[in-house]
């Protein structure tokens, strides 16, 4: 589990009693209530950039109790390095300098622009190293190091500078779907004190779709599991993070009571679960977090891909997202629309995914109060989620771009919460071959990272390679 630093700047979820205003909308959710969430601003990133080694050193304390009286303050931290450089991480080492009679207990950690220290940091564990993150491209930054012991600090290292560069292609993947929502997270919430954590099904999508919307509204992730398990690093992810609320997507059916069980104790604030009888009955549950919005996305509830990219531009926006039948809309999503009483309708997909006959029962359903209705679609899966993000994330250099396979939902899912949350689109490519189009808008975006969702054998090194190589 990584060493994480809190996250200073967090707005509280404040916890309201929730009345639906029509009987339809009320008999439509059950009954249950949800707490309503303040929308914060998700994208502001935490305010410190020291993230330390996993590990503590060894200590170099001797055998022997040492005399502090003729102790003195560490040396002169030596041997500093700075690798792995991209456009927002870098990483510092150092070697341990004498410690000159009295055990080393922590370092004094700064950095530093054009010569003038912006942040630093005291840790409390004599480590070797840390994370420089949440920097800024096209910058020159400096480093110094300096050693902590009982009598004081040693004197601060040569200043070691580095540049990070404008765009950084990576990827995130780990050992299956859960591990790789696990990896997703830790890059994209390497901190404390979220304000919320989703935890979905990874073997089906539905649940997760509206769930991604909401994570990256207010602030969190999507993890996933099975229905009765959840890997250790499932469960480590969401200890570290300790969210102040903790949302399982679905019912017992799609996330057993031993899973949800097992995680909402490292919910800080509280816990809960969005279950409805059908996965449109969900989605309107999850869209009443929102305190008010004045933007629905509305996506076919039986396939993936539009809603995917959907939803990362939902989180973005700070709106919610509704699922409904290609040809009819369903009593559940009409009645949260009623309740809802958008003003604006953003229609996921072409006619095949949702009939112009649902956008205008959809419209009817809202109680006259939709003024704008948009459909964002394309010839293709991938076109469509291309229009999403040129109509979304219309100025350049994005924070981020998640790249996922069109082929599959798992991988897409933990990435569409956090693009919402980060300020970045989700784009689709095929196994083996990503569209001239999705390249272009890649090029128009100009992102500061770029971020391969899943292995060589989801999204191939020849996709990963003309990515980057395009944005050279």
Do not use: C
Not at 164 to 174: A, I, L, P, Y
Request: aromatic residues 6%; charged residues 15%; without cysteine.
């Amino acid at each position: 589990m990584k060493t994480r630093s809190h996250r200073r700047a967090v707005v509280a979820a404040t916890v309201l009693a929730l009345a639906l205003s029509t009987p339809l909308a009320a008999a439509a959710a059950g009954d249950q209530e949800l707490p309503q969430l303040d929308q914060t601003d998700s994208s502001t990133p935490p305010e410190t950039h020291f993230r330390l080694d996993e590990a503590p050193v060894s200590s170099n304390r001797s055998a022997e109790p040492k005399a502090l009286a003729a102790a003195e303050a560490p040396g002169t931290v030596t041997g500093v390095t700075i690798g792995d450089v991209t456009s927002t991480d870098a990483h510092a080492a150092w070697a341990a300098p004498a410690d000159n009679g009295s055990t080393i207990i922590g370092y004094h950690l700064q950095l530093l622009i054009g010569g003038s220290v912006i942040e630093e940091f005291v840790s409390d564990t004599p480590v070797l190293g840390a994370t420089l993150f949440n920097l800024a491209p096209d910058t020159t930054y400096g480093f110094r190091v300096a050693a902590v012991n009982a009598v004081g600090t040693g004197a601060f290292s040569a200043v070691q500078s580095f540049t990070t560069t404008h765009t950084w292609v990576e990827r995130q993947f780990g050992a299956d779907r859960f591990e790789t929502a696990v990896r997703v997270s830790e890059s994209a919430f390497p901190y404390e004190g979220v304000p919320v954590t989703f935890i979905a099904n990874g073997l089906n999508f539905p649940d997760a779709l509206a769930a991604a919307a909401a994570a990256g509204t207010f602030g969190g992730p999507v993890l996933l599991t099975r229905p009765t398990s959840v890997s250790v690093g499932t469960v480590d992810e969401v200890a570290a993070l300790k969210p102040e609320y903790l949302f399982a997507a679905g019912g017992k059916a799609v996330v057993g009571d031993s899973v949800f069980n097992k995680l909402s104790p490292y919910a800080t604030m509280g816990s809960d679960r969005a279950a409805g009888a059908s996965r449109y009955e969900t989605a309107g549950l999850i869209s009443t977090l929102w305190e008010s919005t004045g933007t629905v996305y509305l996506a076919n509830g039986m396939n993936f891909p539009d809603a995917l990219a959907g939803a990362a531009a939902a989180g973005y926006e700070g709106a919610p997202v509704l699922l409904t039948k290609q040809g009819s809309l369903p009593p559940e999503t009409a009645a949260y629309l009623n309740y809802l009483r958008p003003t604006r309708l953003v229609i996921l997909g072409g006619t095949g995914a949702v009939s112009q006959a649902v956008v205008d029962q959809a419209q009817r359903a809202a109680g006259g109060f939709v003024a704008s209705i948009q459909r964002l679609s394309g010839d293709s899966r991938y076109d469509t989620a291309v229009d999403i993000s040129r109509r979304t994330f219309t100025a350049p250099r994005v924070p981020v771009v998640y790249i996922a396979s069109g082929q599959n939902f798992a991988d897409a899912l933990a990435g569409a919460a956090a693009a919402g949350a980060l300020g970045g689109p989700v784009l689709l490519t095929e196994p083996n071959a990503i569209s001239d189009a999705t390249i272009a808008e890649i090029e128009r975006l100009d992102p500061v990272r770029v971020v391969v969702l899943g292995g060589p054998a989801v999204v191939s090194d020849t996709v990963k390679d003309r990515i980057a190589n395009a944005l050279d």
